[in-house]
Antibody, heavy 119, light 107 residues
Framework: EVQLVESGGGLIQPGGSLRLSCAASGFTFSSYEMNWVRQAPGKGLEWVSYISTGGSTTHYADSVKGRFTISRDNAKKSLYLQMTSLRAEDSALYYC????????????WGQGILVTVSS | DIQMTQSPSSLSASVGDRVTITCRTSQSISSFLNWYQQKPGKAPKLLIFAASSLQTGVPSRFSGSGSGTDFTLTLSSLQPEDFATYYCQQSFSTPFTFGPGTKVDVK
């Protein structure tokens, strides 16, 4: 069974940093591209970042470019999102989502992890 | 960046109704359009991929159509478990934008 489990969220002050993790199981992690998608409370879905299977290619939403860094460790079957210079508008539920360029959709999602940026 | 619009933003319907949701993109994306369903407190669930292909396990009352810039999600006969928010999403190019969502609630 495919499982994606996020961790690392919490309450952080504006300007602070946080690192999210996503532990994958039930599939060959190194064969799939991965993404982070977020959802502010009561709002819609916002794509945040993408990483290729080997980690050499990454893409970011303009809203996080230069502040967030996506990475992965295929040996540990884990995806990461390093978030710096956090702002109130970064407060959201962050999902990791599996993606395949061959199929071009997000087929499995984690349960989400909450990040709250507030003083 | 490709902009996404959805209409309506919300609708009220009854069990058994036929429901149609429209998604429009700011430029042609061929058939790189997916539909997701999200219920409160849950992660989104893939319903339709490549504009018209039904994801495994999704009931056949869901269907999708369209290509280019105009797409439609249709529920042929609304069931109690279908009350949720629906999002379209383009995978033609990054950023992988989502539509603003359509909330389907009980009339």
């Amino acid at each position: 069974e495919v499982q994606l489990v996020e961790s690392g969220g919490g309450l952080i002050q504006p300007g602070g940093s946080l690192r999210l993790s996503c532990a994958a199981s039930g599939f060959t992690f190194s064969s799939y591209e991965m993404n982070w998608v977020r959802q502010a409370p009561g709002k819609g879905l916002e794509w945040v970042s993408y990483i290729s299977t080997g980690g050499s290619t990454t893409h970011y939403a303009d809203s996080v470019k230069g502040r967030f860094t996506i990475s992965r460790d295929n040996a540990k079957k884990s995806l990461y999102l390093q978030m710096t210079s956090l702002r109130a508008e970064d407060s959201a539920l962050y999902y990791c989502a599996r993606y395949s360029r061959r199929t071009a959709y997000f087929d499995y999602w984690g349960q989400g992890i909450l990040v709250t940026v507030s003083s | 960046d490709i902009q996404m619009t959805q209409s309506p933003s919300s609708l009220s319907a009854s069990v058994g109704d036929r429901v149609t949701i429209t998604c429009r993109t700011s430029q042609s994306i061929s058939s790189f359009l997916n539909w997701y369903q999200q219920k409160p407190g849950k992660a989104p669930k893939l319903l339709i991929f490549a504009a018209s292909s039904l994801q495994t396990g999704v009931p056949s009352r869901f269907s999708g159509s369209g290509s280019g810039t105009d797409f439609t999600l249709t529920l042929s006969s609304l069931q109690p478990e279908d009350f949720a928010t629906y999002y379209c999403q383009q995978s033609f190019s990054t950023p992988f934008t989502f539509g603003p969502g359509t909330k389907v609630d009980v009339k």
